[in-house]
């Protein structure tokens, strides 16, 4: 399936990607300086503009505009602020009426802004379907239903028979529907949204790697140094996702893991009725270690997830993105969830990292200052957060006292990691432990039960 694939995203792989943008040379200023151009970086730009059309914007990239993270994403725009349910109340029980009275907010605001400016994303509000594979999974699923339910979501528990009519596979026990969701092409929506912050009077630089934050000479501004210029802003946003921090005291804040993703050749007519994926849902396993996996405008399906294999001292190399083995396994699972696509081929394989915190959801922190704000740590499911967290640095380094920055998930942020070689040890301890808990029918054992006690446990 996957041995004559093209080594590289899907996403970007198409002719509809734009000529790159001039690097920044020399010295410019700006009211605001954005600094990341995947979503959130990119949402914090079009967003500043839009609030305060007066305001001079600058945004730089280290690379091009979508080339990690946001360029190879599997497109699910979920309302979800918390990277799911069962996460935010682990953390945030509290506050989650609110966060997703929120991130419903959120999604409508994304689908009015697409429209407002006219950005086509292939955007299809189609819904989640979380699959169970197993009795114990949807055991699980009944109860995030219910939580989900008194909180006032319109979740719907579907049994084996009816989520089987939404999904034909020999897999299924069960599933649980979130209407919540939209699917998305995730470069589309990029490339549409730096065009559009472009028309507002955003200035974009790419290839433009800021290698330091540093105060201004005026004592009122902050400066940013490229490797061939400068930008001096009096506000700062920094996007920068799984890149090592420029601000020194969050280097033990995320860590870089890696996620590994195929795309198929379109399926025909006779293929595609044969999955009964009328729906057209996104949709995920429900175990530990999960799939996610999803239908593209041209009927691909793209299929990621599963492995998530972090490297000692937060190796970020490159040459990690190409791993034949992880590919050559989400084929195999891919015809074990559809027996009916034996035979098909993979055109795209791709991996890269993400930006993993211990809460597994994004945080804010504001330096020098209060004149510079970074918000990272999303760990997948940034799609539709990073308008969200880009909106809140917003109101947090121009000083304003809102809704959003009076929540307990903006004030506070997650525990850091511990140094190396413990990080290491703490991380592929944990990894082990989840495949073992699958095997176990979902029993935590002792070192899961562990870390959810003190807050570090993952239930997404």
Same mark, same amino acid.
């Given at each position: 399936?996957?041995?004559?694939?093209?080594?590289?995203?899907?996403?970007?792989?198409?002719?509809?990607? +734009?000529?790159?943008?001039?690097?920044?040379?020399?010295?410019?200023?700006?009211?605001?300086?954005?600094?990341?151009?995947?979503?959130?970086?990119?949402?914090?730009?079009?967003?500043?503009?839009?609030?305060?059309?007066?305001?001079?914007?600058?945004?730089?990239?280290?690379?091009?505009?979508?080339?990690?993270?946001?360029?190879?994403?599997?497109?699910?725009?979920?309302?979800?602020?918390?990277?799911?349910?069962?996460?935010?109340?682990?953390?945030?029980?509290?506050?989650?009426?609110?966060?997703?009275?929120?991130?419903?907010?959120?999604?409508?605001?994304?689908?009015?802004?697409?429209?407002?400016?006219?950005?086509?994303?292939?955007?299809?509000?189609?819904?989640?379907?979380?699959?169970?594979?197993?009795?114990?999974?949807?055991?699980?699923?009944?109860?995030?239903?219910?939580?989900?339910?008194?909180?006032?979501?319109?979740?719907?528990?579907?049994?084996?028979?009816?989520?089987?009519?939404?999904?034909?596979?020999?897999?299924?026990?069960?599933?649980?529907?979130?209407?919540?969701?939209?699917?998305?092409?995730?470069?589309?929506?990029?490339?549409?949204?730096?065009?559009?912050?472009?028309?507002?009077?955003?200035?974009?630089?790419?290839?433009?790697?800021?290698?330091?934050?540093?105060?201004?000479?005026?004592?009122?501004?902050?400066?940013?140094?490229?490797?061939?210029?400068?930008?001096?802003?009096?506000?700062?946003?920094?996007?920068?996702?799984?890149?090592?921090?420029?601000?020194?005291?969050?280097?033990?804040?995320?860590?870089?893991?890696?996620?590994?993703?195929?795309?198929?050749?379109?399926?025909?007519?006779?293929?595609?009725?044969?999955?009964?994926?009328?729906?057209?849902?996104?949709?995920?396993?429900?175990?530990?270690?999960?799939?996610?996996?999803?239908?593209?405008?041209?009927?691909?399906?793209?299929?990621?997830?599963?492995?998530?294999?972090?490297?000692?001292?937060?190796?970020?190399?490159?040459?990690?993105?190409?791993?034949?083995?992880?590919?050559?396994?989400?084929?195999?699972?891919?015809?074990?969830?559809?027996?009916?696509?034996?035979?098909?081929?993979?055109?795209?394989?791709?991996?890269?990292?993400?930006?993993?915190?211990?809460?597994?959801?994004?945080?804010?922190?504001?330096?020098?200052?209060?004149?510079?704000?970074?918000?990272?740590?999303?760990?997948?499911?940034?799609?539709?957060?990073?308008?969200?967290?880009?909106?809140?640095?917003?109101?947090?380094?121009?000083?304003?006292?809102?809704?959003?920055?009076?929540?307990?998930?903006?004030?506070?942020?997650?525990?850091?990691? +511990?140094?190396?070689?413990?990080?290491?040890?703490?991380?592929?301890?944990?990894?082990?432990?989840?495949?073992?808990?699958?095997?176990?029918?979902?029993?935590?054992?002792?070192?899961?039960?562990?870390?959810?006690?003190?807050?570090?446990?993952?239930?997404?």
């Amino acid at each position: 399936m996957v041995a004559r694939a093209a080594a590289s995203p899907y996403w970007l792989d198409r002719d509809l990607r +734009p000529e790159p943008r001039p690097r920044l040379v020399g010295e410019t200023t700006a009211d605001l300086l954005v600094i990341g151009g995947g979503f959130t970086g990119l949402w914090a730009a079009v967003q500043a503009a839009q609030r305060n059309p007066g305001r001079s914007v600058v945004l730089v990239e280290r690379d091009r505009i979508a080339e990690h993270a946001s360029g190879r994403n599997g497109g699910f725009c979920a309302a979800s602020l918390t990277h799911g349910l069962g996460n935010g109340l682990q953390r945030f029980r509290d506050e989650m009426p609110t966060l997703l009275r929120m991130g419903r907010e959120t999604l409508d605001a994304i689908e009015d802004t697409l429209d407002s400016l006219g950005i086509d994303a292939d955007v299809e509000r189609t819904g989640e379907l979380d699959l169970a594979t197993t009795d114990w999974q949807y055991d699980d699923l009944a109860e995030t239903a219910a939580a989900g339910q008194a909180l006032g979501e319109e979740l719907v528990l579907l049994d084996a028979a009816a989520a089987r009519e939404r999904v034909d596979s020999p897999m299924v026990r069960g599933a649980l529907y979130d209407p919540h969701v939209m699917i998305i092409d995730p470069a589309k929506l990029a490339f549409g949204l730096a065009d559009a912050a472009e028309r507002l009077g955003v200035r974009i630089f790419e290839d433009s790697e800021v290698l330091g934050l540093s105060a201004g000479s005026s004592g009122g501004s902050v400066r940013a140094r490229t490797g061939y210029g400068q930008v001096r802003a009096g506000r700062v946003v920094v996007a920068t996702s799984a890149s090592r921090a420029l601000v020194r005291r969050l280097r033990l804040y995320t860590v870089p893991v890696w996620d590994y993703a195929l795309m198929t050749e379109p399926l025909s007519d006779d293929r595609l009725a044969s999955l009964g994926w009328s729906g057209r849902e996104g949709l995920a396993d429900s175990g530990p270690r999960f799939h996610y996996f999803r239908l593209t405008a041209d009927n691909r399906i793209l299929f990621g997830g599963w492995d998530a294999p972090y490297h000692f001292g937060s190796d970020d190399d490159p040459r990690r993105a190409h791993q034949p083995g992880e590919w050559a396994l989400l084929g195999e699972h891919l015809l074990q969830m559809f027996p009916q696509l034996e035979g098909i081929t993979a055109t795209h394989t791709w991996g890269g990292v993400i930006d993993t915190c211990s809460r597994f959801c994004a945080f804010w922190d504001t330096s020098h200052g209060g004149r510079v704000v970074t918000a990272v740590g999303f760990t997948g499911l940034g799609v539709g957060a990073s308008h969200f967290a880009a909106a809140t640095a917003l109101d947090l380094v121009d000083g304003l006292r809102t809704e959003r920055t009076a929540l307990e998930m903006v004030r506070h942020k997650p525990l850091p990691f +511990p140094p190396e070689p413990v990080r290491w040890a703490g991380i592929t301890l944990t990894r082990r432990q989840m495949a073992r808990s699958e095997r176990r029918n979902g029993r935590r054992g002792v070192w899961l039960t562990l870390l959810d006690k003190v807050g570090l446990g993952f239930d997404s």
